[in-house]
């Protein structure tokens, strides 16, 4: 059984080129934060970053599908079967936790929150990058089938 339309999710290069930025910057973020020494009685920056990742997530997600909604019932042909919806979904989800997440790891770093230097950043955006790769091979594996076998 031949697959009727071209899956995005099939070529690995452009699912992580796709889904490498946010997860690469929700990891640091998280990873940098969780090594910060944080004050007796306080909340950890972890915390913090972690609540963030997860309520920008869930919003994204949110006015990723009002949106793609309402490009259906427009008539939209790149909203037209299920793949491309998905697709459209996932790509803008991507875009904007992208630079929703560099923007907060900036932030962060800029207000003091997280203190930088080289024994704690490389090893970190090593481990965000293998994480980043890994999510997406994942994401290439479980969406990149094609449906019906």
């Known amino acids: 059984m ?11 290069r452009h699912t992580a080129s796709v889904a490498g930025l946010p997860v690469f910057a929700s990891a640091l973020l998280l990873m940098l934060a969780s090594v910060q020494p944080s004050l007796p ?12 990742v997860v309520l920008m997530f869930l919003v994204v997600w949110g006015v990723g599908a009002v949106a793609l909604r309402f490009q ?7 909203c037209g079967t299920p793949v491309k919806r998905r697709y459209m979904l996932f790509v803008f989800i991507c875009s904007l936790t992208g630079v929703l997440g560099v923007a907060g790891l900036a932030a962060c ?4 929150w997280i203190r930088l230097n080289t024994g704690i950043l ?6 965000a ?8 091979g994942v994401l290439w594996h479980t969406l990149g089938k094609p449906k019906g076998r």
Do not use: D, I, Q
């Open 122 to 127: 490389l090893p970190g955006m090593l481990a």
């Open 41 to 52: 009685g306080r909340t950890p920056v972890w915390v913090w970053c972690a609540v963030g």
């Open 72 to 78: 259906t019932a427009k008539g939209n042909p790149h």
């Open 2 to 12: 031949s697959e009727l339309e071209e899956n995005p999710f099939r070529n690995y």
């Open 129 to 136: 990058l293998t994480l980043a790769l890994a999510v997406s």
């Open 109 to 112: 770093v800029l207000a003091g």
